[in-house]
Nanobody, 119 residues
């Protein structure tokens, strides 16, 4: 059974930092074969891609987070991270981890972790 378990969310003041983690388990294929991404859904808004990291190391970031967020992965730990710096109130959202197999396209979602940026 595939599981993606996010952690690291919480309440932070504007300008602060958080690091989200997403631990994967139960994949039939090895973790290295998955493109990993972080999405978010803010209240009243559509879900949007925040950052992605392919199995070969290419990254993509939403314009709104470029220079502030960094996605990384530890294949040995089967974990992907999202380092979030200089957080702003408009970063408030539920953040979701997503995995997509590079060949089959089979994909999986985590349950989400809440990030709230407020003074």
């Amino acid at each position: 059974q595939v599981q993606l378990v996010e952690s690291g969310g919480g309440l932070v003041h504007p300008g602060g930092s958080l690091r989200l983690s997403c631990a994967a388990s139960g994949f039939i294929s090895i973790f290295n074969n998955y493109h990993m991404s972080w999405y978010r859904r803010a209240p009243g808004k559509e879900r949007e891609l925040v950052a992605s990291l392919t199995r070969v190391g290419s990254t993509t970031y939403a314009e709104s987070v470029k220079g502030r967020f960094t996605i990384s992965r530890d294949n040995g730990k089967k974990t992907v991270y999202l380092q979030m710096n200089s957080l702003r109130p408009d970063d408030t959202a539920v953040y979701y981890c997503h995995a997509e197999h590079w060949a089959s396209g089979n994909d999986y979602w985590g349950q989400g972790t809440q990030v709230t940026v407020s003074s």
